[in-house]
């Protein structure tokens, strides 16, 4: 799974701060923070006034501290965005941090999107839809953006599709809709596409010491899914071993073993009543129980874990 740290996010008042002041040794400490990444995603908005400028500024930190990482090029601002191109070397190894179906944004930023031969996220809205509620809808509006890919000549494998999750605080049916939408588009399209999601949306909301626990559950149910990529917090170690764990099938530990054996059971179809795990253990039934509600099965609370 290709992981994307979210690490540098322009709504971070010490980011802005440590942009107005040019702090770049703040900034070096951030890139370094996610060594265990494949790309960084530089979220700075839209990029306006003040902070016109700060995407080249980054990228070329990323590239002096980092020189191998890829940039998620992350901005409402599409000149900000070129700008941000053109001071990278190497633009294949991008991604553009996205396009919706709006016909005005999706056309911008998917002729750039073939002019650089780089990634692109395809967000399942519009203005007209918003959101859909239901796997069908967002599919619905993936097919149409495929199909604009397609007469345009983007390499499909470059196009990664994101259900987007909404907070399971705001609306728990949703992250099973997410993982829904994410095994339907593997499996719709041919050729194939890929698929990421933006993990720490999920537990948006919810509290600090229960956020680490839902993210990586969503994380297991996602892979088994058939996810291609995450936008996650690099911080989050665990998580990162989690997924190499995954990948790799080397469990280390009868948590581990849970793990995997929830993957396989949404890969499956199959239902968490049939898996067998510890009783006696409480981090494995707080996983169970990070399950049923992600599935949608009991309704979510701050204290679920307490019950």
């Given at each position: 799974m290709i992981l994307i740290g979210e690490n540098i996010h322009i709504i971070s008042t010490s980011v802005k701060e440590a942009y107005l002041n040019k702090n770049e040794k703040f900034?070096?400490?951030?890139?370094?923070?996610?060594?265990?990444?494949?790309?960084?995603?530089l979220n700075v908005g839209p990029a306006k006034g003040d902070f016109s400028g700060i995407l080249p500024w980054l990228t070329n930190l990323v590239q002096k501290y980092s020189p191998q990482k890829g940039i998620s090029f992350d901005t409402t601002n599409f000149e900000e965005m070129v700008n941000g191109f053109e001071t990278f070397k190497n633009s294949s190894n991008t991604f553009i941090n996205s396009t919706s179906s709006d016909e005005e944004k999706f056309e911008k930023l998917s002729n750039l999107a073939l002019k650089k031969n780089c990634n692109i996220i395809a967000l399942t809205l519009s203005k007209e839809t918003g959101i859909p509620?239901?796997?069908?809808?967002?599919?619905?509006?993936a097919f149409s953006m495929y199909e604009r890919f397609l007469e345009k000549g983007v390499d499909t494998n470059k196009i990664f599709f994101d259900p987007l999750i909404l907070p399971i605080c705001a609306d728990q049916s949703q992250a099973s809709e997410a993982l829904n939408t994410i095994k339907m588009i593997k499996e719709?399209?041919?050729?194939?596409?890929?698929?990421?999601?933006g993990l720490s949306n999920v537990s948006n909301g919810c509290p600090s010491n229960l956020r680490g626990l839902i993210n990586r559950v969503f994380a297991v149910l996602a892979y088994g899914a058939g996810l291609d990529c995450a936008i996650v917090d690099a911080k989050d170690l665990e998580l990162?071993?989690?997924i190499k764990m995954l990948e790799e099938k080397l469990p280390q530990s009868?948590?581990?073993?849970?793990?995997?054996?929830?993957?396989?059971?949404i890969e499956n179809f199959e239902n968490p009543e049939d898996i067998e795990y510890n009783k006696d253990s409480k981090e494995e039934m707080n996983i169970m129980k990070t399950v049923s509600i992600l599935l949608d099965n009991e309704v979510y609370s701050n204290c679920f874990t307490q019950t």
């Amino acid at each position: 799974m290709i992981l994307i740290g979210e690490n540098i996010h322009i709504i971070s008042t010490s980011v802005k701060e440590a942009y107005l002041n040019k702090n770049e040794k703040f900034f070096k400490n951030l890139i370094s923070l996610q060594d265990n990444m494949e790309y960084v995603d530089l979220n700075v908005g839209p990029a306006k006034g003040d902070f016109s400028g700060i995407l080249p500024w980054l990228t070329n930190l990323v590239q002096k501290y980092s020189p191998q990482k890829g940039i998620s090029f992350d901005t409402t601002n599409f000149e900000e965005m070129v700008n941000g191109f053109e001071t990278f070397k190497n633009s294949s190894n991008t991604f553009i941090n996205s396009t919706s179906s709006d016909e005005e944004k999706f056309e911008k930023l998917s002729n750039l999107a073939l002019k650089k031969n780089c990634n692109i996220i395809a967000l399942t809205l519009s203005k007209e839809t918003g959101i859909p509620k239901t796997s069908d809808g967002r599919l619905e509006l993936a097919f149409s953006m495929y199909e604009r890919f397609l007469e345009k000549g983007v390499d499909t494998n470059k196009i990664f599709f994101d259900p987007l999750i909404l907070p399971i605080c705001a609306d728990q049916s949703q992250a099973s809709e997410a993982l829904n939408t994410i095994k339907m588009i593997k499996e719709s399209f041919d050729p194939p596409v890929k698929t990421v999601i933006g993990l720490s949306n999920v537990s948006n909301g919810c509290p600090s010491n229960l956020r680490g626990l839902i993210n990586r559950v969503f994380a297991v149910l996602a892979y088994g899914a058939g996810l291609d990529c995450a936008i996650v917090d690099a911080k989050d170690l665990e998580l990162v071993r989690i997924i190499k764990m995954l990948e790799e099938k080397l469990p280390q530990s009868e948590t581990d073993n849970l793990y995997m054996k929830l993957a396989q059971m949404i890969e499956n179809f199959e239902n968490p009543e049939d898996i067998e795990y510890n009783k006696d253990s409480k981090e494995e039934m707080n996983i169970m129980k990070t399950v049923s509600i992600l599935l949608d099965n009991e309704v979510y609370s701050n204290c679920f874990t307490q019950t």
